[in-house]
């Protein structure tokens, strides 16, 4: 093949991406998958192009028939150049926190998937084929490989389910690392000539993945903390993430011999999970639409360059190779099916994962369609001068021939498929609702319609025609009785559930909260609102209350900390963790307030009275709760929760500051260059305004130990001593201090917060300057009662050996508590006897 110049390269790229452009309306108006579309069209003009060169008809067209049959098209071509920005891309659409709903399933049908489907292919073509049996599998590694560009565009054009959707894109990310592993270990295989030992081989296998998957989350963080880093520079961070799948794929592939796609989809993954707090709202838009823009770009020239080829690699096929083909194919058809109806069943029995219904897996089973990476790995055979010809030829038909089938057959039937199964309709629930919506939207749009026109003065006679239309809509959707189904309170209140929880997180990632919030407090809070909906519609207002009070119950970290605090006396730790769940309730409270306003003015016309009314209600739980906690927190850490506060409101500043210069320029009431002036005169000072980001723990012990009454006596000698045997305890809202039955350890006195003492069915509350375990300790005997702390408690902890020593030496102090126990076991009496009186 003639070397072609570097211009007449570039130009017959153009001349290919202007192709792709246009075939897009083609698709459309067909109604085929886009890919599949141009996937013919780049048979026909690879043959149309060679046709041309070779006929003796006419010698016109030679140059321009060149310019494609010779194109240096070759795997690398596929593989290093356009793949791993596709991967990356389809990494980074998909939402991490509801994959990992679908973990189980998408492992299953993509791992156990891949090699069921390279075991059962290899078996099948080995059967009807004189190809060895380590061929076969290198065939069915090779077509193990799905495309999910044609069916994920179909599935969003047509409406299909999201989870549908979701189960699809996980499932060809890592289905396309785990054959490509697979495949570089059987070349590797037949390479040898049989001389590889299996064990090593899984070995191989095995290393490649893990390498891969431990790569991609090394080189995602970095990631993470280089665009942190570069917060103020956006051209900066979109150059990061755009280069950075192909260092990780070429070092990976190259350098470190591990697999290059796990570890691009891996980073690709860390970076959906983590990225989007570390961008300003705008800038995290233009990435996105960036890196979509690329892989539209990537994703057509792998379908019409991988046509181009499809002549090449079909010259030698004959009327027998059919028969193969066909075998593969139903081979791999019936591997899906034994994910689909066999696995996942017994998955869903041991609630490994949810059910997946019949229509779905259908879809999903026939919706494997191979394309570009399959031909790209046929290509790398057929490149590759240590494999005999026979192979070269055997895999290049069967591996084209197999993907022209997926594409041509299975493609441009499954939106007929999915018609038929109804996958393209919304559900009861969905339907009923949307009546409501588009009554109410065309409501709104013919009201604004004639306050516009009245407004700028136009033809009432043309308003009231226009506004016609939307009157004669609003009657066709009263009138129809083809569907009508009430939408019960139940249904009405997850709707408003699931509805404010998605307003939560838009406004946790709205422009003007950006940067008040820390990344990884907000990664907290994504993490928190996915778990809000999920219980919304599992288990409606419970779930839903219990889920959003998780952040505040105490965590095993939290635990951690706490005891690294009292007997290791580590004081930063537990401060930062402090003053993140400080922060933390206060944004939450600010949403929750927001989200007070957004259901009264946004929801009351859609769910009716009695759902606002109950969703207010929650809401009010929510914010009460919130305020509980948040009222400890600012009565043990009042400086900080001012310096919080003031943080808020200066960065709330900050943002309206821009804001109004961004009008002003867009308005065109001032220059460029004095909106870039502004603009950095704002950062500045912006930026050299810092805060603490954690509380101050070292509380005033002395001053607080002279307001127990119990202490009152002492000499300030024997104060400083006591101070010195002194432990810090932190407890979260509903930890337990001790239970009944325990060994007493010592006396404990409330520095802040409040404790809940429950003996029997009797509950008593302490507070601030209150003590609590001095019976025990009195009467040497275990705990007669349990108590648990009822907010975020501070408590100070005398322990046993010295509680006794000081009894003691002052036999006053002794008597001082015998009194107080007294009079405590006094009243226990005597609330059980009106108890037993009642």
Known sequence: MPELPVSDIVLTISALLIVIACTQPLARRTGLPFTVVLG????????????????????????????????????????????????????????????????????????????????????????????????????????????????????????????????????????????????????TLIISGGGYEPGLLVQQLGFAFLGGVI???????????????????????LTITVALPFVIYILAKNYIQISGVVAVVTSGLVLSAMARPRFEPETFKFFQETLEQLAWWAGGLVFILAALVVPDLLSDFVLSDVLIILTAVIAALIARAVILFGIFPLLAALKLTQRVDNPTKIVIVWGGLRGAVTLALALAVTENPLIDRETQRFIAIQATGFALFTLLIQGTTLTALMKWLKLDQLSPIERAFRIQVLTQSLSTVKSSLNNFATRFQLDPRLTEQTAQQYINRLSRIADDKSYKQEINDQDRLIIGLVALTNQEKSLLLDQRLSGILRHDLVDRYLLVIEDMIDAARESGREGYISAAKKP??????????????????????????????????????????????????????????????????????????????????????????????????????????????????????????????????????????????????????????????????????????????????????????????????????????????????DVHRLGQGDFFGEMALLNETNRSASVKSISFSHLLLLEKDTFHELARTHPDWRSSLSDVATKRKTMNRETRTDLKTD
């Not at 084929?129 to 994920?152: E, H, M, Q, R, Y």
């Not at 706490?562 to 400080?582: D, E, Q």
Request: net charge positive; aromatic share 8%; charged share 20%.
């Open 40 to 187: 013919i069209i780049g048979v026909i003009i690879a043959s149309g192009a060679s046709w041309l060169l070779h006929t003796r008809l006419t010698d016109q067209f030679n140059e321009v028939a060149a310019l494609v049959v010779n194109m240096p098209v070759s795997s690398a071509t596929f593989l290093d150049v356009l793949l791993p920005i596709l991967l990356f891309q389809g990494a980074i659409t998909i939402d991490v926190r509801r994959l990992t709903k679908d973990t189980v399933p998408v492992i299953f049908l993509a791992v156990l998937g891949v090699f069921i489907a390279i075991a059962l292919i290899g078996g099948a073509v080995s059967l009807v084929s004189s190809a060895p049996l380590v061929i076969c599998l290198l065939f069915g590694a090779i077509v193990a490989t799905t495309d999910p560009s044609a069916v994920i565009s179909l599935f969003r054009d047509l409406g299909a389910p999201e989870r549908l959707t979701r189960l699809v894109e996980g499932e060809s990310l890592l289905n396309d690392a785990t054959a490509i592993a697979a495949f570089g270990a059987f070349l």
């Open 215 to 237: 790569t991609g989350v090394i080189c995602g963080r970095i990631a993470i903390t280089l665009i942190s880093w570069l917060s103020s520079f956006r051209s900066a961070q």
């Open 552 to 761: 505040y119950r105490h965590s095993t970290k939290f635990r951690i900390l706490s005891w690294a605090h009292t007997h290791l006396g580590f004081n930063r730790p537990i401060a930062s963790h402090l003053g993140k769940h400080f922060h933390f309730l206060l944004i939450n409270r600010i949403l929750v307030l927001e989200l007070k306003s957004f259901l009264d003015q946004r929801l009351q016309n859609l769910l009716g009275t009695q759902s606002v009314t109950v969703l207010q209600e929650i809401l009010d739980q929510r914010l009460d709760s919130i305020e509980r906690h948040l009222a400890a927190l600012r009565l043990q850490y009042p400086k900080f929760a001012k310096t919080l506060d003031r943080r808020i409101l200066e960065r709330i500043a900050y943002r309206d500051e821009l804001e109004q210069i961004k009008n002003f320029r867009d308005a065109g009431i001032i220059s460029l260059d004095l909106a870039r002036s502004l603009t950095s005169e704002a950062n500045f000072f912006h930026a050299a305004r810092r805060s603490q980001t954690h509380v101050d723990i070292k509380s005033k012990t002395a001053e607080l130990l002279t307001a127990f009454p119990v202490f009152k006596n002492l000499e300030v000698s024997e104060l400083t001593q006591v101070i010195k045997e002194l432990h810090p305890r932190v407890l979260a809202d509903g930890a337990y201090v001790f239970k009944k039955g325990d060994k007493a350890d010592g006396l404990y006195f409330i520095e802040s917060g409040a404790v809940e003492i429950r003996v029997g069915d």
